[in-house]
């Protein structure tokens, strides 16, 4: 009877569902039919030319389940080592040396009732949430059945993946040091006299003065206060696996991190409809930390791109609206210094009494050692990262990730289920991370709002660690409703590109958001070209992704000096008959970053005092073409001169570097030929049976560099290969969806053994967009393969 009436409710929804599966699309690679435990009903997967999975089901809680499956399928060992980590379960796959970053990670485990974290939620996102979850476990299973499927890592390195659970979707918080070093930096220059060299590596956006909080002995600060959330302090054997995002050098291309996007409203488009464009700018070089998918059931029709692990879509359209996202800078972290009690290390000084520090024993499973029992410290909440009882300190980390409520695990989900800019808006309550969204719907409107969790500071402004007394203790956190926001805007377009863009009349003093931002060389070139557009196409969208124009290279050009050194001259006539583009094939885009390499590095030794030069290891470029644009003492008693010879040095340790990487002949030098795109597995460099299997994939050359539209960032430190950009483009034509236009770097798979491994890599290095098909009729046009994912009765 349970079975017959399961019978019956799988058949109903297939002839209920979008789609249904009883008006089969013809497919090239034909039906494949797989029976998974946690789907409710059948679920229908087309699988379109280009590799983009399509969910059809019955039920949201299905098209989540096939997302969750469906990643896991193409990235399971991606997701699961981030997993992994974030539960401190390192140690149980890989030995002893990761048992620090173990304990690391789960002191940035919420400690407070989940179960009431997960009531809290809206329950059609928590249903979707439950879905996903179990598509990834089915997957797990499916593996488990069937090892031979498993990706080629597990057999490497001898482990297996871990089961999925949705309590940990809340649980794991991850760590993140957000700008607690450079709250540790201030306070060492100011301890030495020195506050004023900050501006050099990290200028103040908006103008703003320093003031230290009373009661903090800068003096007593020093990097130890930093205790876990340095790196170096949780050391493991492979660092890749770390997960430390991006570049975590300061000496590397610090300033150009970040990402691109723009909205075009229908009186500036050509097409008469909005167009929005974003390329997020992540790390290059691994996996994409993007995966393509599109997913439908009754009330949710969305496509786009997805982080691995994080169930939804983050950058794409649905049905009604197309949105994309760069990051907002918002101060969410702060370091406070506690005083603990002399002769019982367990209790701290907060709000005129000594308080016992919360306490939670855990314990470490490691491979081939014994386990090993941890005791992690909290006060009110606040992880506490080093503790000195001799000195009666301690530091405890704020961080807003750790509050209640801060579940961005299932703010995608929110913002996927939404209908329009009234609903997203009440979506973005859940979302914590910085972000600028962008929106654009098919009546016409578009919208630019921030978000994120933005704390309260009514005594100081975050730039410092303060006294842990509690008197500096936050206070809340800003509403949506008073972070910058703009709909229809009258110039009819808006862009973001991590710069600093509060709005001249934002109350800022009252509503402290950051005083960190990128440098706004990418924003404003992106600006110089929407501004000269009165009517944007989609083409236009697609070239200004790809655009590769200088603006830092315009400002060196002028200030070349009209008399120089014989050594110099060639270098600047090379520069003077360039048209500043950072393109592939050019020789003055080498010399130029060769040029620039050397005049940072000279202009730091210059300016940087002696005493400030260990904590300040590179300059800010904006603010380097700005001093030198406006010679000041700090460059000696004749600064023009100075500025004059600096530039002069550059242009002849540009040439001889440009000279001993490409070549004796300059006709024959090309940027591209040192910008190279190499796409390696993150172990290959520590596991040579996984360089093996997984060969590098590699050639490809590239224009650009991190401070251009098409971002294509590199650490001079290490070479001058990509290291960051855009893995993933996309441009929307709203409303008109089967226009809109994607690439994704190097393709669907992380395993080497599927056709969709690298297909996109020579399409990524061309500019190549491809069409992101949406409506039924194209998706079944165009489609490849027919997978149902059928539930087990």
Not at 506 to 534: G, K, M, T
Request: net charge neutral; with cysteine.
């Amino acid at each position: 009877m349970i079975q017959r009436r399961a019978f019956l409710l799988a058949s109903a929804a297939l002839v209920a569902m979008p789609g249904s599966l009883l008006a089969k699309p013809r497919v090239k690679g034909g039906t494949r039919t797989t029976k998974l435990s946690g789907a409710r009903a059948p679920i229908e997967v087309i699988e379109d030319a280009l590799g983009v999975p399509h969910v059809r089901a019955a039920s949201r809680h299905d098209a989540f389940f096939g997302q969750g499956y469906l990643v896991a399928r193409d990235r399971l060992f991606q997701m699961d080592i981030d997993y992994r980590r974030d539960m401190g379960r390192m140690a149980e796959a890989f030995g002893p040396r990761f048992v620090a970053a173990d304990k690391a990670a789960r002191l940035f485990h919420y400690r407070g009732d989940i179960d009431a974290e997960l009531a809290a939620l809206p329950p059609d996102v928590l249903e979707c949430a439950r879905g996903y979850v179990a598509g990834v476990n089915a997957r797990i299973d499916e593996l488990a059945a069937d090892p031979a499927q498993l990706p080629l890592e597990y057999g490497i390195l001898g482990i297996t993946p871990l089961r999925w659970d949705i309590l940990d979707l809340v649980r794991r918080r991850g760590i993140g040091m957000g700008d607690a070093d450079d709250e540790v930096r201030r306070a060492q220059l100011q301890s030495r006299g020195l506050l004023d060299a900050e501006q050099l590596l990290a200028p103040l956006r908006p103008a703003w003065s320093f003031t230290i909080p009373e009661g903090l002995d800068v003096a007593a600060v020093s990097g130890a206060d930093l205790g876990v959330l340095d790196p170096a302090n949780r050391p493991v054997p492979f660092d890749a696996i770390q997960g430390v995002p991006l570049d975590p050098e300061p000496e590397g291309d610090r300033f150009a991190l970040g990402s691109n996007a723009w909205t075009i409203s229908p009186s500036r488009s050509a097409t008469g409809r909005p167009i929005l464009a974003n390329d997020p700018h992540l790390g290059i070089g691994g996996a994409n930390p993007r995966h393509m998918i599109h997913l439908t059931a009754p009330g949710l029709d969305v496509i786009g791109a997805g982080a691995p692990g994080l169930p939804g879509i983050m950058q794409g359209h649905t049905d009604r609206f197309a949105f994309g996202r760069t990051n907002f800078h918002i101060d969410q972290t702060d370091l406070f210094i506690l005083r603990t009690k002399d002769g019982d290390p367990s209790r701290y000084w907060h709000k005129g009494e000594w308080k016992a520090f919360e306490t939670f024993e855990d314990e470490i499973a490691v491979k081939g050692a014994p386990p090993e029992r941890v005791t992690l410290r909290y006060a009110g909440g606040r992880p506490i990262v080093s503790q000195d009882a001799a000195r009666h300190r301690a530091v405890a980390f704020a961080t807003v990730s750790m509050l209640p409520g801060a579940n961005s695990r299932f703010a995608m989900i929110a913002i996927n289920l939404s209908k329009d800019w009234a609903s997203l808006r009440q979506a973005f309550k859940l979302h914590v991370s910085p972000t600028n969204f962008h929106y654009a719907d098919i009546d016409g409107n578009t919208g630019w709002q921030t978000i994120g969790f933005t704390p309260r500071r009514p005594k100081h402004d975050g730039l410092f660690p303060a006294p842990g007394d509690g008197d500096y203790d936050w206070t809340g956190l800003l509403p949506v409703e008073d972070m910058p926001h703009v709909y229809n805007p009258p110039e009819g377009w808006f862009a973001s590109a991590n710069q600093m863009n509060l709005p001249a009349d934002y109350p800022y003093r009252e509503r402290i958001i950051s005083f960190n931002w990128s440098d706004p060389y990418r924003y404003d070139r992106c600006a110089e070209v929407l501004r000269s557009q009165p009517k944007h196409r989609i083409a236009d969208s697609i070239a200004l992704q790809h655009d590769v124009q200088s603006l830092p290279a315009r400002a060196l050009l002028k200030l070349l000096p009209s008399t120089l050194s014989v050594e110099a001259a060639p270098a600047a006539a090379m520069l003077r008959r360039w048209d500043c583009g950072i393109d592939a094939d050019s020789a003055a885009a080498l010399l130029f970053e060769m040029v620039m390499v050397a005049l940072s590095a000279s202009f730091r030794d210059r300016v940087v005092p002696e005493a400030a030069k260990d904590l300040i290891p590179t300059v800010n470029l904006s603010e380097m073409l700005r001093i030198l644009g406006a010679p000041d003492k700090r460059l000696g008693d004749d600064p023009a001169a100075a500025r004059d010879a600096l530039i002069d040095g550059a242009l002849m340790t540009g040439w001889k570097k440009a000279t001993e990487l490409g070549g004796a002949d300059p006709a024959k030098w090309q940027w591209g030929d040192l910008h190279r795109v190499t796409i390696a597995h993150p172990l290959a460099s520590s596991n040579a049976a996984i360089a093996a299997a997984f060969p590098k994939i590699e050639g490809g050359r590239s224009g650009g560099d991190g401070t251009t539209p098409m971002a294509r960032g590199f650490n001079s430190r290490r070479g001058f290969n990509v290291s960051h950009g855009a893995s993933y483009l996309f441009v929307a034509d709203v409303g008109a969806w089967d226009n809109s236009r994607f690439l994704l770097l190097p393709g669907q798979s992380a395993d080497p053994r599927s056709p969709r491994y690298r297909d996109f890599y020579p399409k990524w290095l061309a500019g190549d967009m491809q069409p992101l098909w949406f409506s039924k009729a194209a998706v079944d046009r165009h489609a490849l393969e027919r997978l149902v994912l059928a539930p087990t009765l």
